[in-house]
Structures are given as C-alpha cells and as structure tokens.
C-alpha cells in the first residue's frame, strides 16, 4: 500500500486536530512547527512571514517576520453590520489595518501576531461568528449568490449554503480548546445520514483524517453563475419549475489548482452528475464527501482534489458509488438555460419594495490610502445605517435591505471618501480578480493583487483607444498556479511561474463555463499589456458581432492565435 503523506500522520495522530498546537501557541517563539501550521489551518489560521523583508532578515541573521492569516467564514458571504465591523476592530487591533475580501465570500485579517491569535479568536467568537474550517482538509466556506433573498428563490440559495456549511461543520472540540477555553458554539447536532462504515463518535463525517484536501462547494441558479459552479468539488444548481424547486442539478470534480512543472495536474471543470429531489440534498452532498474521504488520493496532496478521482473513474461510476451510499438513484441531469453572469453592482431594487447596492472592491483589499478612504466610508455607512452586507464571489461588497432615502447617504459618503462605484471604473477594472499573492502567501512564486491594477490601468488607454470599453472582460490574475481567484475560467488570465514572469491564458468564457488555454509564458509583468493589446486588436477586428473576447479567442483557436505571432508591427504590415 503507497505510504501516506506527511499531513496525514499528522492529522492521524493529532487527536482530532489537537497534536502539539496548544503547547506552542504557549511558548515564547513567534511561530510554530510544521504539524501544528497544518493543523492550525482548520482553525482557519495559516502561518506567513512577509516575503518581502525575509532576504534582508536572513542576511541580517535573523528570524522571519512571522505573522498570522485568520479567515473566517461566512457561508454565502452573509454577516451583519455589526460582525463585519468586529473584523473592522480587530484589523487595528491586532491585523495590518486591512481587511481581505476573498474569492469565496469570506474575509481574511492579516499580519496577526501568535501571541495575539486567542484574543483574536475570542473576538470573532463573542460576535457569533468562527473561523473554523476556514482553511483545513474539510469544506470551506460555502457559496451561494449573495443578492438578497426578498424572492423565495435568492432565500433558498442562502439557506442551502447554511445547511450545509452546518452539516459539514467538523465537530471536534479542539477549536473551542484552543481558543474558546472549552466552550462549544451552539452547533446543530446534525447525525450522519451515509457514513456506511463503524459511525465515528467525534467527527462522523470527516473521520480521523478528515478529507485528503480541501474541499470547495457553490451554489448557482444558471441565470446567475456568480459563483463559478463549475469549479467547485460540488455545484449545485437548483431547478426551479414554474416557481417551484423541483430538485438540484449536480456537478462534481471541478477545481483550479495545478502546477507548472507537474503535467499530472491540471484545471477541471464540474461533471454533471444528475439530480437530486429537494429532500436527497443534503445526504447526497454528505454523500459524495465521504467518497472523497475513502477514494480521494491520501499518498500525493498535488493529486488528492476530488477533480482527480472522478478523472479516473468517469462520472458514471462516481455516480454509481453515491447511489449505492446513499441507498436512492439520482434522475439523469435536468437541461437548464444557458448560464449567465450577474456581479450585483450598482443600486438595485430588491423585489421587496427596499434596494441593495453593490459596491466594487479592488482585489477584495479594504484599505484606507492616500486615493480613498474605502474602509473608512464602510465603516462610517455599517455604523450609520446598520444593514446586513453580502461578501460577493467576485470579492466585491454589497450593502442590502436598504431604504430609498438610504442612497442619496451612501453616495455622499463615497464621494466624500472618494471611493469610486460601478460607474467611475472600466469594464476591465471591474471585472478584474487578483488573489492576495505576495507578500503573505507562502506559496506565491509572484505578485497579483499588486500587480493587477498597474496592468489594467495598462491596458485602459488601449481599450479606449479601440473602441472597447463597452465589452466586459474578466481578467483575473493568480501569484502561483494554485488559481485562488479562479483563473482558468477568466476569458483572460496571467498565473505566476516564477518572480515577476507570467503565464498568459486565453479562452475562457465569461460565464464561467469554459476552460482557457495557455497562450504564452514567461512574460514580464512589465511586458504583460504589450503581450495583450494584439490580441484586443485582431479580436476588435475580426469578431463577430457582440462576440465576447474569450468567444473569440476560443472560436479561433489557440494553436491559430498562437501561430499569427500577434504584435503591433505584424498587425501593421497585415493592415
Ligand atoms: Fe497564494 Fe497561489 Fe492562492 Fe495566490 S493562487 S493566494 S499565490 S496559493
């Protein structure tokens, strides 16, 4: 039998989550072992050092600047006016004075100090909030479209998203050890409905090992596919008949990551694997979980997303092995619309007599600078009006159950604080999605939230000079080939390969139904626009009408886009 890697046995013998952690939180040193930065991760807390000081320090003779990532969740992106300033408190406290915005609907605090990790924790407790199974080898923080549920089909998406995140929810003790001295949140005694092998009495889902890798689930109607459901382990689509739900439409074995140098890995996206009746949901998703948990690959942790079992064993007998746990047949997949996108910014009416607005937020970074005081005029809004917010997929804020008097407040706070809304930023801008990359990720090889607004403001001038800047582009831009902002769905993309050079991918669509396909590599950051701009060219001139830029270069083909060796002066001569 192929040995287990190292997270395993860590995991295996930590007690359900436990190990050393607490006795080196305990000490004096400024970080922890390996094992206990693996089994931290479940508590939604990664350990970092800052990249961009680590050279000096070494020359220096000195230790790393370590500090800490907390990420909480928030199923659907959901949380109160008051939850979200308690993030807003705790930056200052004991962050870097920003707050993060990711991809997935939850915030991320950096630069945490060990020492302060407990108060910080506690903090997020006492506000009704937790942090556990932010990060870890269990599902994260589930998405589901963040436009609020004034309709019984928008509440229906929130409250699926809450079911589950419940249900998955690992039920050991040691987060509340840890770092609520014992005391358990009120969590759902939710029994396991498919674990067909001896029950385990701590996590009954999960297991001692709980799964190989993380695990990711979203939750779409196809009109909407904000939250890019073919990238998930799960999607869920909901049908609705004539109002009525008559069941969810599943996929599974979507996912982002891979690596350059490993050809073993690769971006997938969802297998339509049938449906379910309303009732079957959540004992389907528990259902597919534990296949993951018994077949997904324990030996190498690049192989062991849920993407890869089903590469291997086809989607039929993924579904054959779910039927026989969860003891129902599923109906064959149920055909829905074409899939659309929507990123809820700008005002809109709710359905309920009352508004929301959809603020953009670059690259997810709440930050006060020397251009905007963007988290000043959020903090000043929560506390005027105290709405509930939604954390959008595209890291973007929305304001919801808001009054018509409410507007004309909110605009006169952004402008004050001149913060610019949906209409005072490109197309490209406000489509744009970075991950935060360098300097707090370990494993980013290059910058990307940096990066990306240097290239957009790049490449504005060019869409204006071509008459493009009423085409929506989604331009994503990763620090590794991991793909935390969702990358190999954009319709144009740069992935980090190594210190400041970039991969270039093309070809996705819009709506996150595609994959793109690798166009170029190694190019500078500083070269990424003059790379671009031929390609927006030769699309300017030889697309079909209304045809959307990853479209085109999909129609075209990669191989043919490649070939035409685009630059300016071969455009010119071609003219
Ligand atoms: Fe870090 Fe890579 Fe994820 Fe970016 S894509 S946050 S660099 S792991």
Same mark, same amino acid.
């Given at each position: 039998m192929a040995k287990a890697n190292k997270v395993e046995s860590y995991k295996l013998e930590s007690n359900y989550l436990r190990g050393p952690v607490a006795e080196e939180l305990a000490s004096e040193t400024l970080n922890v072992s390996e094992e206990?930065?693996? $089994?931290?991760?479940? &508590? =939604?807390? @990664?350990?970092?050092?800052?990249? *961009?000081?680590? !050279?000096?320090?070494?020359?220096?003779?000195?230790?790393?600047?370590?500090?800490?990532?907390?990420?909480?969740?928030?199923?659907?992106?959901?949380?109160?006016a008051k939850q979200y300033l308690v993030y807003d408190e705790l930056a200052d406290l004991y962050g870097n004075g920003t707050l993060r915005f990711t991809t997935r609907q939850a915030i991320q605090l950096h630069g945490i100090i060990k020492h302060d990790l407990k108060a910080t924790l506690q903090k997020i407790h006492e506000a009704l909030l937790t942090s556990l199974g932010g990060c870890g080898d269990v599902s994260r923080n589930v998405m589901a479209c963040p436009a609020p549920e004034a309709?019984?089909?928008?509440?229906?998406?929130?409250?699926?998203?809450?079911?589950?995140?419940?249900? $998955?929810?690992?039920? &050991? =003790?040691? @987060?509340?050890?840890?770092?609520? *001295?014992?005391? !358990?949140?009120?969590?759902a005694d939710v029994p396991s409905t498919v674990y067909t092998q001896a029950v385990d009495e701590v996590e009954p889902i999960y297991g001692k090992?709980?799964?190989?890798?993380?695990?990711?689930?979203?939750?779409?109607?196809?009109?909407?596919?904000?939250v890019d459901v073919f990238t998930q382990d799960i999607g869920i689509v909901p049908v609705m008949l004539d109002d009525e739900l008559k069941?969810?439409?599943?996929?599974?074995?979507?996912?982002?990551?891979?690596s350059h140098?490993?050809?073993?890995?690769?971006?997938?996206?969802?297998?339509?694997l049938g449906m379910v009746e309303p009732q079957q949901l959540l004992a389907a998703v528990e259902g597919i979980v534990s296949i993951q948990r018994d077949y997904g690959n324990r030996e190498n942790r690049k192989l062991s997303r849920m993407k890869y079992l089903l590469e291997?064993?086809?989607?039929?007998?993924?579904?054959?092995e779910l039927e026989v746990r969860v003891g129902f047949k599923l109906s064959p997949w149920f055909e829905v619309g074409e899939f659309k996108l929507d990123d809820h910014l700008g005002w809109r009416e709710q359905g309920d007599g009352r508004y929301y607005f959809g603020l953009p937020i670059e690259n997810g970074r709440i930050k006060d600078d020397e251009n905007q005081g963007l988290r000043s005029a959020i903090r000043e809004i929560l506390r005027a009006l105290g709405c509930e917010i939604r954390i959008s997929p595209q890291h973007n804020m929305l304001f919801i159950n808001l009054k018509a008097e409410d507007k004309d407040f909110i605009e006169a706070i952004l402008r004050n604080y001149r913060v610019k809304t949906r209409d005072e930023i490109s197309l490209a801008r406000r489509y744009g999605m970075a991950c935060p990359a360098l300097p707090t990720c370990s494993l980013a090889v290059a910058d990307a939230e940096r990066a990306l607004p240097g290239v957009i403001e790049g490449l504005e001038p060019h869409l204006i000079s071509l008459g493009l800047t009423q085409d929506p582009i989604s331009i994503r831009m990763t620090g590794c080939p991991n793909g935390c902002a969702r990358p190999y769905t954009a319709e144009l993309a740069f992935v980090g390969q190594s210190l400041d050079l970039y991969k270039i991918y093309v070809g996705g669509s819009f709506e996150g139904t595609r994959l793109v396909s690798e166009y170029a590599e190694?190019?500078?950051?500083?070269?990424?626009?003059?790379?671009v701009v031929p390609l927006l060219r030769y699309w300017k001139d030889h697309r079909n009408p209304q045809e959307k830029f990853g479209d085109f270069c999909h129609r075209i083909g990669i191989d043919t886009l490649i070939t035409l060796n685009l630059n300016e002066s071969a455009l010119a001569l071609s003219l």
């Open positions: 206990s930065y693996q $089994l931290l991760k479940f &508590s =939604g807390l @990664y350990q970092q050092d800052d990249r *961009d000081q680590r !050279k000096a320090l070494r020359e220096q003779g000195l230790d790393r600047a370590w500090s800490f990532m907390l990420r909480g969740k928030s199923s659907g992106g959901a949380l109160s309709s019984r089909k928008q509440a229906l998406l929130q409250d699926i998203a809450k079911d589950i995140d419940l249900h $998955l929810m690992p039920r &050991s =003790g040691a @987060y509340y050890e840890l770092w609520i *001295d014992g005391e !358990k949140q009120k969590v090992t709980y799964l190989p890798r993380k695990f990711k689930i979203g939750i779409a109607f196809p009109e909407d596919n904000c069941g969810y439409n599943l996929l599974v074995g979507g996912g982002m990551g891979m140098t490993d050809k073993d890995t690769f971006p997938r996206l969802g297998d339509r291997d064993w086809g989607v039929e007998r993924f579904k054959q190694k190019v500078p950051r500083h070269a990424l626009v003059d790379r």
